[in-house]
């Protein structure tokens, strides 16, 4: 994963789209599927950490942009 398109795409291997309009509360709820699908132990350590930092890099641009 590298990009936001790689998450959303990651996702919905797991039966999950997100796209509710505003890119700061898709950011948020796709971090909170990531979260849950981690808890649940459905996805590796190391993808659950590369899909956070990039939510989390995302979410700190589109901040800076506005």
Known sequence: M???????QFLK??????????????????????RELYQAQLIDPKDYQ???LLL???ARL???KN
């Open 2 to 8: 590298k990009t936001f398109y790689d998450i959303q």
């Open 62 to 64: 589109l901040k800076e």
């Open 13 to 34: 291997k797991y039966g999950t789209i997100i796209y509710m309009g505003d890119r700061a509360a898709d950011l948020e709820v796709m971090e909170e599927e990531i």
């Open 56 to 58: 989390r890099q995302e």
């Open 50 to 52: 590369t899909a956070i």
